[in-house]
C-alpha cells in the first residue's frame, strides 16, 4: 500500500552531517506517521524519531534529541532526518517507516510499523 525509498547516507567524518530523505508512494501519505529507525551491525533496530501525519508534533530518542531533526512534506510524500553533529556511535543502517495514524499515538517500537524502506548506510570515523 506504502512503498518507502530512502537516500542520503554515506560516510562522514565526527562533527559532520548528513540529510536524509525518504519518499513514500501513494496517495495515503499524509495519514501515516513517519519515523525513522536505525540498526547497527549485532545490535536490535532501535527508534531514532517521529513525525505525526500533519508534522505538527515530533519525538525522537534521547540519544539523538538536539541533533536530529525529522521534517516531513505531504504535497512532496516526503519525509527527511537532518543529523547534526554526527559521532561514530550514529554508524547504523536508518530505515524509514511509515504507520497508519488513527489518532494520537505515535509509535517508538519497530513492530509498530507496517511499511518500511530497504534502509541507507549511514558510516561516521573518527
Known amino acids: 500500500q506504502v512503498q518507502l525509498l530512502e537516500s542520503g547516507g554515506g560516510l562522514v567524518q565526527t562533527g559532520g552531517s548528513l540529510r536524509l530523505s525518504c519518499v513514500g508512494s501513494g496517495r495515503s501519505f499524509s495519514t501515516h506517521a513517519m519515523a525513522w529507525f536505525r540498526q547497527a551491525p549485532g545490535k536490535e533496530r532501535e527508534f531514532v524519531a517521529v513525525?505525526?501525519?500533519?508534522?505538527?508534533?515530533?519525538h525522537y530518542a534521547d540519544s539523538v534529541k538536539g541533533r536530529f531533526t525529522i521534517s516531513r512534506d505531504n504535497a512532496k510524500n516526503t519525509v527527511h532526518l537532518k543529523m547534526n553533529s554526527l559521532n561514530p556511535e550514529d554508524t547504523a543502517v536508518y530505515y524509514c517507516a511509515a504507520d497508519l495514524q488513527i489518532g494520537l499515538r505515535l509509535g517508538i517500537l519497530p513492530n509498530e510499523y507496517d511499511y518500511w524502506g530497504q534502509g541507507t548506510q549511514v558510516t561516521v570515523s573518527s
Open positions: 513525525i505525526s501525519r500533519a508534522g505538527t508534533t515530533r
